[in-house]
């Protein structure tokens, strides 16, 4: 009897249902329906899906990602469409919400944001100027989609999320 092989063995089993148990999970958060997405986003996405999940599970949100058609002509109905449909629902009340999202992987998305500072005057204690500054960042395709899926997150899980 070669004990060696029955360990080897049941580690094997060990590590097959731990990976089971972690997909699971995972699917539970995130979970990506169309597999012939437009060019190299599914794969990233599939790659992205342990960083999504965790995400979502800490936010008690659900993403699902769908390939969007909208706007797209009938005589192209068999190409992968350019974009995607992100569905996040919250987990606590069921409310959802949806955004379309460029599905480009090569393509740079440009972002700016303002940001209010506050400049104290040198010599005067309580004269401050206040100022708008502006950021300019430039996102690549997945950082594009966290981005939409943290904004989307705080839309329905926000103080202001039982307006929606």
């Known amino acids: 009897m070669n004990v060696g ?63 969007s058609r909208e706007g797209m002509n009938s005589a192209l109905a068999d190409e992968p469409a350019e974009n995607l449909k992100v569905v996040l629902t919250n987990l606590l009340t069921r409310k959802s919400t949806e955004k379309i999202v460029p599905a480009k992987t090569d393509a740079i998305y440009p972002k700016q944001r303002e940001q209010r500072v506050v400049i104290p005057v040198k010599g005067e ?34 103080k202001n999320a039982a307006n929606i």
């Open 125 to 158: 204690q309580d004269l401050q100027y206040v100022r708008t500054g502006i950021h300019t960042t430039e996102d690549n395709f997945l950082r594009n989609f966290y981005r939409n899926i943290e904004d989307m997150t705080r839309s329905i899980t926000g």
């Open 5 to 67: 092989r029955i360990i080897g063995n049941i580690q094997r089993r060990i590590d097959t249902n731990k990976i089971l148990k972690q997909e699971k999970e995972m699917e539970n958060f995130v979970h990506i329906h169309d597999v012939n997405t437009y060019g190299d986003s599914f794969s990233q996405l599939y790659t992205a899906r342990p960083v999504i999940a965790n995400y979502a599970k800490s936010k008690g949100v659900r993403v699902d990602v769908f390939e």
